[in-house]
């Protein structure tokens, strides 16, 4: 049973500082990773995907992935009231039957303060 | 640009009933899924359908079937629902079955007494 790992949080920045949010995943072999951002009682929706070592830049949002460590993040620069939410860390590839499916984090809550 | 609808958006059901989840999409993707999500426990899936005329189980199929209609609609059905099923339901579809970019739809939040 793969697994994916994320803090709870609630995670709590003030506006303009960097939210860092982390994920660590059990199959070594997982190829895919991704970052999808759910708003309170909305769908999650994609921000961010990953698929080798190193960092990811979009906007304020960069992805890291260290596959070596089993590890990935998100960080989220000049944080914004509007980035308050809960974040789901994703993965699929590795092996097993149905490794092409997502498996989900628990989602950290990230509340950025005024 | 509808996306991916679900209906309904709320239902309380008594223990024992039955009842349907529908879902559909309007972006000709092939493959569409149905996920639960509970409180500290995330997103966990039930069933998916590869492409039309194809479902597979999920990590969390017991209690639950579902219909893939036809490439727009994948529905989920609840034969008997049981207070354990109180749970938000999304239904979501993506290009392929190894595209990992799922579109959700708003969710449907079904309590079971």
């Known amino acids: 049973q793969k697994e994916v790992e994320q803090n709870s949080g609630p995670l709590s920045v003030p506006e303009g500082a960097i939210a860092s949010l982390n994920c660590t995943y059990s199959?070594?072999?997982?190829?895919?990773f991704f970052w999808y951002r759910q708003y309170s009682g909305k769908s999650p929706e994609l921000i961010m995907s990953i698929y080798s070592n190193g960092d990811k830049e979009d906007g304020r949002f960069t992805a890291q992935l260290n596959k070596a460590s089993q590890y990935v993040s998100l960080l989220i620069r000049d944080s914004q009231p509007s980035d308050s939410a809960t974040y789901l860390c994703a993965v699929n590839g590795g092996s097993g039957a149905g490794s092409y499916q997502l498996t989900f984090g628990k989602g950290t809550k990230l509340s950025v303060i005024p | 640009n509808a996306g991916v609808t679900q209906t309904p958006k709320f239902q309380v059901l008594k223990t024992g009933q039955s009842m349907t989840l529908q879902c559909a999409q309007d972006m000709n993707h092939n493959s569409m899924y149905w996920y639960r999500q509970d409180p500290g426990m995330g997103l966990r899936l039930i069933y998916y359908s590869a492409s039309e005329g194809t479902t597979d189980k999920g990590e969390v199929p017991n209690g639950y079937n579902v219909s893939r209609l036809n490439k727009r609609e994948f529905s989920l059905r609840l034969e008997s629902a049981a207070p354990s099923q109180t749970s938000v339901y999304f239904c979501?579809?993506?290009?392929?079955?190894?595209?990992?970019?799922?579109?959700f739809g708003s969710g449907t939040q079904l309590s079971v007494l």
């Open positions: 979501a579809s993506s290009e392929t079955v190894t595209n990992e970019k799922l579109f």
């Open positions: 199959d070594r072999v997982s190829q895919s």
